[in-house]
T-cell receptor, first 110, second 112 residues
């Protein structure tokens, strides 16, 4: 089983749509969870951290289910500028090493 | 907003040559990292560095790789004898104890 698994997509959605991404992780000792955004040939940029209680930042909502080892990201009212690859990222163990999923590509269209 | 700065943005080198990739982490950060991303693949951890020593490294980070913090600001990744398969985007990152990572904009290494 991959350490962090994501559906690679692409997800092609019209502007204004709601889209959800899912991610599973294999290591139950994982401590911190994040969604990063990566534009083509650019560096990953932190979108939001993910907490067990769920957290929201504007149009973005992230959820964590530790029992199922499952992380989700919901984007509401998607915009053309949301087109990017969304990376599910997990911090495992005592160090600060991040383990990345392969990413889910989102294309928002007119 | 503070940035992690990487130079050069693109490096082309011949197979077997040594390359040094340079990074200037955010000044008050304590942890420094190198990651790489082969085109079309996921971002992979190479090495973490804390308190002037390697704290963790991956299987990728073999004897051909080394890191150094030669002064108070720079953090370098050296590849001693480059191979074709070392061609990738190399990202430097830093963070403080509690903060999230900040990645640099990367160095695209092309080995020919």
């Amino acid at each position: 089983r991959k350490e962090v698994e994501q559906d690679p997509g692409p997800f092609n959605v019209p502007e204004g749509a709601t889209v959800a991404f899912n991610c599973t992780y294999s290591n139950s000792a994982s401590q911190s969870f994040f969604w990063y955004r990566q534009d083509c040939r650019k560096e990953p940029k932190l979108l939001m951290s993910v907490y067990s209680s769920g957290n929201e930042d504007g149009r973005f909502t992230a959820q964590l289910n530790r029992a199922s080892q499952y992380i989700s990201l919901l984007i509401r009212d998607s915009k053309l500028s949301d087109s990017a690859t969304y990376l599910c990222v997990v911090n495992t163990g005592g160090g600060n090493k991040l383990t990345f999923g392969t990413g889910t590509q989102l294309k928002v269209e007119l | 907003e503070p940035e992690v700065t990487q130079t050069p943005s693109h490096q082309v080198t011949q197979m077997g040559q040594e390359v040094i990739l340079r990074c200037v982490p955010i000044s008050n950060h304590l942890y420094f990292y190198w990651y790489r991303q082969i085109l079309g693949q996921k971002v992979e951890f190479l090495v973490s560095f804390y308190n002037n020593e390697i704290s963790e490294k991956s299987e990728i980070f073999d004897d051909q790789f080394s890191v150094e913090r030669p002064d108070g600001s720079n953090f370098t990744l050296k590849i001693r004898s480059t191979k074709l398969e070392d061609s990738a985007m190399y990202f430097c990152a830093s963070n403080s104890w509690t903060g999230g990572y900040t990645f640099g904009s990367g160095t695209r290494l092309t080995v020919v």
